[in-house]
């Protein structure tokens, strides 16, 4: 979210994860398609289902109307399909502006209100919102987008020799992991920077996955 940063709007976050030597998966810097949603049963939901199977699915396991149901999208153009769909089938869309971390962190809890995150961002935001859900026993899923000559060509060099393959979220994080955000701007998940005199009070959400907190 460094636009919210930069123009103090809502959302502002700083992350960090933290793992043993090999263990977080090292993303290429090119887009990734993504989906999260909070602890479903195995093979529920699939990035490679169409929209309309994962939202009945999701709509049967939570005994929710599909109304009842909130997407959370970032507003972008590339996702004007799937906002167009998700409008068709008159469930909620929780857009946002930047920061599809903390778009993917909403899953995390019921009180965010948001019941999935799909669509495209950025690879290395995946794995740390992977990172972050992973704590939380969620699910999530991805796979990286290689459209030009020069991001296959960089990828390869990265060892990723199945430019297609969707990674499961104990491909990209394995063994025991620490995800931190700290608010800079105000959101629904942190408080941003609050300034008190001399002092800079901040919060951060720590996760720690082998102890689940």
């Known amino acids: 979210g460094t636009n919210f940063v930069a123009n103090n709007l809502p959302g502002g976050i700083a992350v960090l994860a933290i793992a043993e030597k090999g263990d977080l998966f090292n993303a290429p810097e090119t887009y990734m398609n993504k989906i999260a949603t909070g602890k479903i049963d195995k093979g529920l939901i699939d990035l490679d289902f ?4 994962n939202i009945k ?4 396991f939570k005994n929710k109307d599909v109304s009842s149901l909130t997407v959370c999208v970032l507003d972008r153009a590339r996702h004007k399909k ?20 903390l778009g993917a962190l909403y899953v995390s809890d019921p009180k965010f209100g948001v019941d ?7 690879g290395p935001e995946g ?3 992977a990172c972050a859900l992973d704590a939380y026993n969620c699910h999530f899923q991805g796979r990286f987008i290689f459209d030009n000559e020069k991001d296959i060509t960089e990828a390869k060099l990265m060892g990723i020799t199945n430019l297609n393959k969707k990674y499961e979220l104990n491909e990209i994080v394995k063994g025991d992991s620490i995800f931190c955000a ?7 998940v942190l408080n941003g920077i609050i300034i008190e005199g001399d002092k800079f009070i901040s919060e951060t959400l720590v996760t720690h996955k082998n102890t689940n907190f």
Request: no cysteine.
């Open 50 to 53: 169409p929209l309309e199977k």
């Open 182 to 188: 700290s608010g800079i701007t105000k959101s629904e």
């Open 116 to 122: 999935m995150f799909l669509g495209i961002g950025g």
């Open 127 to 129: 794995v740390l919102a």
């Open 82 to 101: 799937i906002i167009d769909k998700l409008k068709d089938l008159e469930v909620n869309i929780k857009l946002i502006k930047d920061g599809d971390v």
């Open 57 to 60: 699915n999701l709509s049967e």
